[in-house]
């Protein structure tokens, strides 16, 4: 279940490396946004392998830094979904934050997870939720 919104910010390509012939992509990215309401600059590098049924997968790192001057690390992996025209597509993933920061403190104990909505020109919106834990289910008795 989605929670509390935590990010949501727009980002635009920085950099592409094409790492092998198999259509293996590190592409590195700039967002500016806010966290818990605070203004901030994101800079993050994925790696984004193509699969065979034409989605992808990434997993990346980034680092986070307020107008406060508090900063942020995280991590995250996802899947894209291709639409009409490349890159345009929608990547669902999860994240997770390490921090120092009181005032962002509460990012150590939570995992989020993320929708971005990438467009042809690479240009994207990205919002990250706070997961809440779900419905319990008895399978035992």
Known sequence: MLGELVYEGTGKPMGMRVLDDNGTLELTFQE?????????T??????STARPDGTSYSEG?????????????????GIGIPK????????RGAS???T?????ARLNSIVCVYEVEANEDWTYTVKDWKWK?????????
């Open 96 to 98: 997770f934050f390490r």
């Open 84 to 91: 009409k025209t490349p890159p345009a597509s929608s990547i």
């Open 133 to 141: 834990q779900g419905i319990k289910l008895k399978i035992f008795n």
């Open 42 to 47: 994101n800079a993050l590098t994925y790696v």
């Open 61 to 77: 790192h980034g680092v986070m830094l307020t107008v406060d001057g508090d900063t942020a690390t995280f991590s995250s992996s």
């Open 100 to 104: 120092r920061a009181p005032k962002l």
């Open 32 to 40: 500016q946004g806010a966290v818990f309401g605070t203004q901030c």
